[in-house]
């Protein structure tokens, strides 16, 4: 006879593959948000926005407590992370924070809109810029053991190609040239607002094609009714 552990064990080896089949999103990455001060932090989020992972992507941000941000929902977590930074004194003095985000696929902008709002509520005293990536960016950044957000910054000010005195420099440092470069990256109102009004826009054209395609099925029935 087959012991009753082994037989379990065949069930659960079987069944695993078919529940992952159809649940693709469980413990799926669906996007990525980073953060840079002095030590640079990233989330791996889910489509719901809870964070999957959270890692420390330089020796500053290894040697905080970061772990305990796992398994959070986005905005649970940067109020925590916000929390960790205060008390290591990397906020505050006049700091900027450098926020980077990309999709692992398609875009959703409501779903950016609501990451923008809550980094821009939870970090309400802190200058931040918000630059978004892509996937190919994303792997670039990791190729060079850097957070996306520095190396879409880096990306934007290196026109000349002298990338690696970019990389030389702080987060601040690439901060101050981000805003003496005149970037429209800070996130405030007038950045939101034009999200908002691109999200309206896609709305808009998406029931209008909707609209369109009703309009075409109709005449379709009402000539096959003539007919």
Request: no cysteine.
């Amino acid at each position: 006879l087959i012991p009753l552990g082994a037989v379990a064990a065949l069930i659960i080896i079987l069944i695993n593959p078919i529940f992952n089949m159809f649940s693709p999103s469980l413990n799926t990455t669906y996007a990525v948000l980073t953060f840079d001060v002095n030590p640079s932090i990233e989330f791996d989020l889910d489509n719901e926005g809870k964070i999957l992972n959270v890692k420390g992507i330089n020796n500053d941000a290894n040697m905080l407590n970061i772990e305990v941000i796992k398994g959070l929902t986005v905005e649970e977590g940067a109020i925590k992370l916000k929390e960790i930074l205060t008390s290591e004194n990397y906020l505050g003095n006049g700091n900027s924070i450098l926020v980077g985000f990309s999709f692992l696929g398609g875009d959703n902008l409501e779903y950016e809109e609501r990451v923008q709002n809550i980094v821009k509520t939870t970090f309400t005293d802190t200058n931040i810029a918000f630059i978004k990536g892509n996937e190919e960016s994303l792997a670039k950044a990791e190729e060079q053991g850097i957070s996306l957000g520095k190396y879409e910054a880096i990306a934007k000010l290196d026109e000349d190609g002298v990338e690696e005195a970019f990389e030389n420099l702080s987060t601040q440092e690439l901060l101050d040239l981000l805003k003496a470069n005149n970037s429209n990256v800070f996130l405030n109102e007038d950045a939101l607002d034009e999200l908002q009004d691109e999200i309206e826009d896609r709305l808009e054209d998406e029931t209008e094609d909707k609209e369109d395609d009703d309009h075409e099925d109709y005449e379709d029935e009402e000539y096959d009714d003539h007919d």
